[in-house]
């Protein structure tokens, strides 16, 4: 038995290849196929079924292209109805790979069809569960992004994942290897652990939703407390899982085209195609085209592209680290961007070479910024870290407009008006500064190295307030305000 997780950190992600008796299965795929390929083809396997835990709404699964390459069956398990083949399983069916059986178990509540898969070892004995996004290390998924269904609330799915915790899961060994499709990062729960697998028993005594004693009433009122709006990406990466998508084959090799300036500048021109600079923040700062948005390649990528561009159609077109193309488009087909039509050969330096303009944005450091405040304390700080990191402390006097809902909250700016801008390390102002200064905001200064250099300084700040002291109340009306 032999049995690989594959975790994708940009996405907090786990994958997972299971081969017995050369038989293979792969639990929850990412979009491109090529490492699942080399796996099988390193040991002479044959991919006999691809199991989805549930249609995913944080990433587009390479499911399909998978199956159409290897002749593998898609299974999901009940109420999972597609637009493509797939064997639905029943709950408690079992299927054979090799000399291992898996189980299947319908775990509902983070959504309708979510089906966790027990996995029993040569000897029969329960061995394993990926348990999707049923069940985290330290959390339970969230019970409000699954595709629409008549007139189901989240608190009806809450109650749904209660009893399936319950009646499926929590009976299980203690000894039993507990492998989720998701760790600390994901936004398809509240409070994830950093680690990536551990054990059933160790859940039943930390994590909150396994509590003993536990009632229904209580465990909806936990988990649907304190939910944020999802990324608007979500639903449309849920519904892409359920209806299919084109090739990422061909995504691929339309998007790793590469640009002259005077090209790249025609596709900005007569497709509208937005400009997404995926360099390091430093080097954005120092040099851009003008009106292209920043979001590095080296941060949060796919999550920050899925909450601010809104249309998964939209013609992009890219500007990269150096060699790093490819990666580049690959993440963007990740969460369904596909429309990706070239990057800039040579980047930045092939747009100046061609006498083309370039844009800055200026940056102070967090004890020169002590001075000024020092002289003058009607200076605008604007704080685009989420609001649970604000509420925990923050520069006196500053206004938070968090990222995801910047947006949303531009018209509370003046663009005659100079803002420092900062989160906690640098790369989130830095794409505030981008997206503001796109929309004619010319007066920014980002504040280098953000909180971190700020908590060190003289700047004036609120008291720190422990995060898990914060009522729920404060908590809800922190969001409410900027949502």
């Given at each position: ?318 500007i990269t680290p150096e060699g790093r193309a490819e990666e580049v488009v690959t993440r963007l087909a990740r969460v369904g961007y596909d429309n990706t039509l070239g990057y800039l050969e040579g980047g930045i330096e092939t747009w100046k070479a061609a006498g083309k303009e370039v844009d800055q944005v200026g940056s102070i450091l967090a004890e020169d910024l002590a001075k000024k405040l020092a002289n003058d304390s009607t200076l605008e700080i604007v704080d685009v870290r989420k609001p649970t990191e604000f509420l925990a402390q923050h520069v006196v006097g500053a206004t938070n407009l968090p990222l995801d809902y910047l947006n949303k909250n531009m018209d509370r700016l003046d663009r005659q008006q ?66």
């Amino acid at each position: 038995m032999k049995i690989e997780q594959i975790y994708t950190g940009c996405l907090a992600q786990g994958a997972y290849y299971i081969e017995s008796e050369g038989e293979a299965v792969i639990i929850d795929p990412l979009r491109e196929t090529q490492p699942y390929l080399e796996r099988l083809a390193e040991s002479g396997a044959q991919l006999k079924y691809i199991f989805e835990t549930h249609f995913h709404a944080d990433f587009v699964s390479g499911h399909l292209d998978l199956a159409q390459k290897t002749g593998a069956t898609i299974v999901y398990g009940p109420n999972a109805s597609t637009d493509y083949d797939i064997h639905q399983a029943t709950d408690g069916e079992v299927l054979q790979v090799g000399k291992l059986a898996f189980k299947v178990l319908h775990t509902p509540g983070h959504t309708m069809e979510s089906t966790t898969y027990l996995l029993q070892n040569e000897q029969g004995e329960d061995y394993a569960i990926f348990t999707g996004d049923t069940l985290f290390l330290g959390d339970v998924g969230r019970p409000d992004l699954a595709i629409k269904q008549g007139s189901i609330t989240k608190e009806d799915l809450a109650g749904m994942l209660y009893d399936s915790l319950r009646e499926k899961i929590m009976p299980l060994a203690d000894h039993v290897i507990v492998y989720p499709a998701h760790g600390a990062g994901s936004a398809c729960g509240k409070n994830l652990s950093t680690d990536t697998w551990g054990y059933l028993g160790d859940q039943k005594k930390s994590n909150y939703a396994l509590r003993a004693n536990m009632t229904k009433a209580e465990f909806i009122t936990e988990v649907t407390a304190g939910l944020t709006p999802p990324p608007q990406y979500f639903a449309k990466n849920a519904m892409l899982n359920k209806t299919g998508y084109g090739s990422f084959d061909q995504v691929l090799q339309r998007g790793s085209v590469a640009l002259d300036a005077d090209t790249f500048e025609q596709l900005v021109e007569s497709e509208e195609a937005l400009m997404l600079d995926t360099r390091h923040q430093d080097e954005f700062a120092k040099a851009h085209i003008p009106n292209s948005i920043f979001i590095g390649i080296d941060g949060s990528f796919a999550p920050w592209v899925g909450a601010l561009i809104k249309d998964l159609a939209q013609p992009i077109v890219l500007i990269t680290p150096e060699g790093r193309a490819e990666e580049v488009v690959t993440r963007l087909a990740r969460v369904g961007y596909d429309n990706t039509l070239g990057y800039l050969e040579g980047g930045i330096e092939t747009w100046k070479a061609a006498g083309k303009e370039v844009d800055q944005v200026g940056s102070i450091l967090a004890e020169d910024l002590a001075k000024k405040l020092a002289n003058d304390s009607t200076l605008e700080i604007v704080d685009v870290r989420k609001p649970t990191e604000f509420l925990a402390q923050h520069v006196v006097g500053a206004t938070n407009l968090p990222l995801d809902y910047l947006n949303k909250n531009m018209d509370r700016l003046d663009r005659q008006q100079t803002y420092y801008l900062h989160c906690l390390g640098g790369y989130r102002s830095m794409i505030a500064a981008s997206i503001l200064q796109a929309r004619g905001f010319r007066n920014l200064v980002d504040i280098k190295l953000g909180w971190r250099a700020i908590e060190a300084s003289a700047i004036p700040k609120t008291d720190y307030a422990c995060p898990t002291g914060m009522t729920q109340e404060a908590i809800d009306a922190a969001v409410a305000a900027v949502i």
